[in-house]
């Protein structure tokens, strides 16, 4: 039977274009949903725009329009340039949908039916000059971990600030301290659900990354929280508990409720039974993220279904990547330091860009993007990759593919790569599949300059026409296992060879073909 796999990718805010970082984040997504679809697994692959919450609403504020017309800008560039950069989403949505926005509703009334979210009056901080109460991210304060100026939801360094800390906090708007006042709200029992998240963590702990680990381990230790839920806001999805219709959900709840609501739809469109994946103890799933929303994939989202008390199954694999940085500096679009992935697909190859975020990228720390490295790692990939289909399949004199034996050595070499590739993903190590990679297009390339098809080709036809054939084979295999990294390259190889059995498995035979308008693959840069 088909596994039936769930990979969810991080939902981006619309509140800003998307940059390399992002990529770098999000791209194992891609990776592993292409993977497990050649390996003939049934796979949905999700994400969507996260269109609620402040930061858009800042941004409207900023460029006087309405929140609406800031998320839907934003969800519309994020659609092209997940296109751009090959991404196969199975849907990629919004929170803005309505489809979203009562489901969330129905699940978020389940879990306070369970008792799991409950009712309390707090301090919160308050500005008697804006005459509003101050959402978290609205304030500012000096974090306590690292010492630097931060907003109180998150700062860069990792830490979210408690109560406590918030208590000395200036408004953002009109940089006055705050003062507290008592405000009614609705809290996710996280403190209730500790002992259950952390039977939870230690049986899947093991196939985490490392970061995600650490990071979870340490807020279970210092003991989970209860958390908000609702707040003083406009924009945002509506609370169906009754006393509470002034007040909107917290973001981060409405944006982890949509893998499970991008998942319904799809299903929904596509004649699918959601059971079949969110409720089976055989289905695998994948969360795909950055290491700054790890907590939220790995201790919230986990606690809520929990809470649901309906037979979900917990999300298996933590993908968190490190931060990739640019020169050696942190990406900022306000000091105009990096680049965004519309600009850099308008200069890079998409194919070698993939190849190079994860072969170079952030995958167990912190990496650095320079546009040096990523063009002796796309010329590598030209030389290697490039060159081996052109002096193979455009061999002057050749018009079609001659019959020829396969030669077992390289036969069996591939076979290996099948495996080990496929292992390396599963066991969601990209970078290393990326070295197996080039190490594969070494052996090919060593294996045609050893044979000299052309000295062959004038003292031994039948010889000439056997490595011919193999490297030929070779190729139709290469375009399997670069696909998940390479897709569109991949893709023209496919179209030459006209292999239409795309699966992980070797490929034996070459259908007959016409080597008249094979074109090169790659221009140097
Ligand atoms: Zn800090
Ligand atoms: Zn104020």
Known sequence: MNRKIIIGGAWPYANSSLHLGHLAALLPGDILARYHRLYGDDVIYISGSDCHGTPITERAKKEKVSPNIIAEKYHKEFLEVFNKSLFSYNLYTKTLDDFHKNIVKDLFKRIYDNGYITEKIDEDNYCKFCNKFVADRELILICPNCGNETKGDQCDCGYIPTKEDLKNATCNECGNKTTTKENKNL???????????????????????????????????????????????????????????????????????????????????????????????????????????IIFHSLIFPGLLIGLKDNYHLPDVMVSTEYLNFNDKKFSKSKGIGLTVKEALEKFNVDTLRFYLIKNGPETKDSNFTEDEYKSVHNEIANKLGNFVNRTLNYKGLNSIPAGILDKEVEDYIKNKYIEISNCIENIEFKKATILIMELLDFVNKYYDEKKPWVEFKENIKKFNDIIYTCTVAIANISILIEPFMPNVSNKIKEYLKIDNNKWEFIYNINPIDLENIQPLFEKM
């Open 187 to 293: 809290y996710l029992r996280l403190d209730k659900l500790q002992l259950l998240i952390e039977e939870y963590v230690s049986n899947n702990l093991h196939k985490w990354r490392k970061n995600s680990q650490n990071e979870s381990l340490k807020y279970l230790k210092l003991g989970l929280k209860e958390r908000a839920v609702t707040r003083n806001l406009d924009w945002g999805i509506d609370i169906p508990i009754k006393g509470f219709e002034d007040k909107k959900m917290y973001v981060w709840i409405d944006a982890v409720f949509g893998y499970l609501t991008a998942s319904m739809k799809y299903c929904n469109e596509n004649n699918l039974n959601f059971e079949d994946w969110w409720k089976n103890k055989y289905s695998k799933i994948y969360m795909v993220h950055g290491k700054d929303n």
